[in-house]
């Protein structure tokens, strides 16, 4: 499939003849339109987050959370600026609220997750029932629910958000709206979602439409104590370690409809084979230091660092000390569209 056409007065003719009739020859382009590979401008790309830090302390002097909707940085992958894209698929930013703040309810279509990076005790709120917010902890805004963001602590929180704004887009399905208020009225108290979802245990008689899980906080004190207790039995995967996803306690499938969320641990001295596949993923450290070996590039990360891996390059990661990663891809999407692969190298 990868021949070059041969050009000539006559057919350049015929080209632009048909071009008049917004039509093309698949000939031309058939080798960029089908690839025997994965072909991504997608880049590997580390940001340290004292960095990030910094920039969104001068930003809190600048705007208000409130004028901004949204105070956010958003992670532009190397490949891909201008897009607001961190894969082709997904859109990755880090937002702060800082003491005093309130970013305001809205919806949209777009599903959002939030994985805390920095900070303890701000709140969100989802659809009514709102959750206190520490490190480690990972919150699902689903489609078209309201959510708002509020902080009434003396420090600022940090957390990674990320969205499937890029495929919303690609369907040309976007809708969102504000609130009248800023903050949504309470209607459930805090903790009735993972109190009913969260223990193995579900409503008998609840009928839920939504694919996203009904647990909206995952707070990482459960995460970490399934880690801990998983690495007991000492049996370490050779390319991800100890890895696990957040999934939905109804189906059993990814808590995300759109986005896969996932946690690893690496031991102290643990390096991974070689490992890829054809989901981008963005990575987030929560404890511990190492580095990935991206291709032919090296990152060294350390807690709260946010990196990507693109589309089918290899992979391997090294850990300095005990690490956590948190990662998210559109693994749910490729696998029920049968495209998704993976690669093992020589594990």
């Known amino acids: 499939m990868d021949h070059a056409i041969r050009r000539t007065p006559e057919r350049e003719a015929f080209y632009k003849k048909i071009d008049g009739e917004n039509l093309s020859a698949l000939w031309n382009v058939m080798g960029d339109l089908i690839t025997p590979e994965p072909k991504s ?39 891909l600026r201008g897009q607001s894209k961190i894969t082709t698929s997904l859109y990755a930013g880090v937002q702060m609220v800082v003491p005093g703040d309130i970013a305001p309810a809205h919806r949209h279509s777009q599903s959002a997750l939030r994985f805390v990076l920095e900070g303890k005790g701000a709140h969100t709120t989802v659809d009514g029932e709102c959750t206190s917010m520490e490190p480690g902890d990972f919150i699902i805004t689903p489609s078209m629910t309201w959510h708002d963001h509020s902080n009434e602590t003396n420090e600022p929180m940090f957390w990674l958000d990320g969205l499937d704004i890029p495929v919303v887009q690609f369907f040309d399905c976007s809708f969102a709206e504000g609130s009248k208020e800023d903050l949504q009225m309470i209607t459930r108290p805090a903790g009735d979602s993972f109190a009913r979802y969260g223990h193995n245990l579900l409503p008998v008689d609840v009928k839920r439409t939504s694919k996203t899980s009904p647990i909206f906080s995952y707070p990482y004190a459960h995460t970490r104590e399934a880690l801990e207790k998983a690495k007991a039995r000492d049996e370490w995967d050779a390319c991800h370690g100890l890895k696990l996803k957040f999934s939905n306690p109804e189906t059993g499938d990814f808590a995300m409809p759109t986005i896969g969320t996932f946690i690893q641990m690496l031991p102290a001295g643990f390096k991974t084979a070689r490992y890829r596949s054809t989901d981008a993923t963005v990575f987030a450290a929560i404890e511990g230091k190492g580095r990935t070996r991206i291709g032919d590039q090296t990152f060294e990360w350390g807690p709260r660092d946010v990196f990507v891996v693109p589309s089918w390059q290899w992979v391997t990661h090294e850990a300095d000390a005990d690490s956590v990663l948190f990662s998210f891809s559109d693994r749910p999407v490729q696998q029920k569209l049968d495209l998704f692969r993976e690669d093992r190298g020589n594990a």
Request: proline share 5%.
């Open 41 to 79: 401008a997608c880049r590997p790309h580390l940001w340290k987050f004292d960095v990030i830090r910094d920039y969104m302390t001068e930003a809190g002097k600048l705007i208000t959370a409130k004028e901004a909707e949204r105070r956010v940085l958003v992670l532009e992958n190397p490949g």
